[in-house]
Each structure stands twice: as structure tokens, then as C-alpha cells.
């Protein structure tokens, strides 16, 4: 039986019903755990009013090991960015139709579904920031490809492709990171310190490109490049921390440093 959507409008309300009923069901699986009470913290007077301000940029950013992990996350991110953001001025740019351009999407949306439950096995396996150092491995020759090639409908459409898949990969594959490596019991509080970093980088990046894009000509070939540059850089941060990571333990004994 074929299930025809008259609207767009009942597309948004069939995804909205799927997206209720995923998140529903995973409130009702997840239960919370046993947790000692709460350390009882001290009155905040004028004196002490930056105190927790003070305490908790030591605490996140004065360790050599947690700084080099949110770089290498923060670079993993804006490797993507330049590709992402200039994507449809780009496919434009080269004449492919907005058809061809959401069937690309489509096409690396369905490969990501299929490689998402593997890779979820992987990095349990293996580890996530081995799954990270793998995908920037691999989207650098993605890049550089995209840069050298990506001058007609068809090559650009292969690079596209190429691009959204290991971006997808990355983003699963490292998706649990920082619930592997930063402390448990203050993870929130590392969490939004590498935030913090993320965004600031994320609302230079884009306003940034747009001014290298507009110095050049247009010419959305250099987005590639740029991605691969960043990359490279996010790829030798990873391995920084891998460095690390196995200094403080490895996969056998790792504690993640107070």
C-alpha cells in the first residue's frame, strides 16, 4: 500500500508523531541511578561572588589533557562546517537543479541509517576517539578529492555524498566522548566548558568563510580545502589526546583526571 503525503504540513506532523513517540519511548526506558546527596555548597556573598566563576574555569580549562579533548572535538566540528555551510551555493554555482541536490541528501541520509547501529557497536568496541581519528583519516582524502574535482554536477554530487557520509560517521562515531572520558560526577559541568569553546568557535567560523568565499570570487571548491586543513588539524589534536588517554590508563584503566 503506497502512503501519499498531500502537504508539506502533513510531512512536518508525521515527523513530529515520530519524533513524540521515539522520545516518549525513551523516557519510559530510561531509569536514573542511585546518587549520593549533593555537597552542601557555601553562601554566596559580595566577597565570594566570583568564587564559582573562578572555580569552575580552573577546573575545566587548567588541565593540559581536557583542553587538548575539547580542541580536538571543537576542530572535529568545524572541519565539517565550510562544506555544510556553502553546500547549495556551491551546487548552484556548478547548475544542479535543487532536485539532484535533495536526492544527494537523501542518498547520504540513507547510508548514514545503515552505518549508524555499526558504528554505535564500534565505538562500544573500540572506543570513540579511535572512531574520531578514523573519520578525520578518511574525510581528508574526502576533502582534498572535493577541491581537486569538484568542478562539474557529477563530481560535486560524489563529493557531496562522500562528505555527508564520513560527517555522519564522525558525528556517530564520537557521539559519546565525553561520557567516556570527562569526570562523571561533574560531567554537565565539562560538558558546557567544551560547549563554551564550540560556540564561540562556531560564530566566528561561518561569518569568516563567507568573507574568504566572497575574497576569492565564489569559488566554493576552496570550502573543501578549508575543511581538509581543519581536519588535519582536528586529526593531530585526536591523537594528542589519544597520547594521553593512554598515559592515564587506556582502555584497561582510565580515570578520568580530577
Known sequence: MRIA?????????????????????????????????????????RA?????????????YSNPFYLSLFLATTLGMLALGPVNTFSVFHSRSLGMSDDLYGKSLALSYAFSLVFSYPLGILADRFHPLRLGMASMVIYLPVTLYGFVFATTVSTFFIA???HTVVSGSYLTGTASIGQRLLPMAKFGQFGSAAGIIAAICFMILPPALGVFIGSINHNYRYVFLLASLIAAASLATYIVVFLKYKKLGGDAAYVAPE
Open 160 to 162: 557531496f555524498v562522500l
Open 48 to 60: 565570594n561572588i566570583l568564587a564559582p566563576v573562578l572555580s569552575y574555569l580552573k577546573e575545566c
Open 5 to 45: 503525503f498531500h502537504s508539506s504540513g502533513e510531512i512536518f506532523v508525521g515527523l513530529g508523531v515520530l519524533y513524540g513517540v521515539g522520545f516518549a519511548l525513551m523516557c519510559f526506558k530510561v531509569k536514573e541511578g542511585e546518587y549520593p546527596p549533593p555537597e552542601k555548597a557555601a553562601p554566596i556573598t
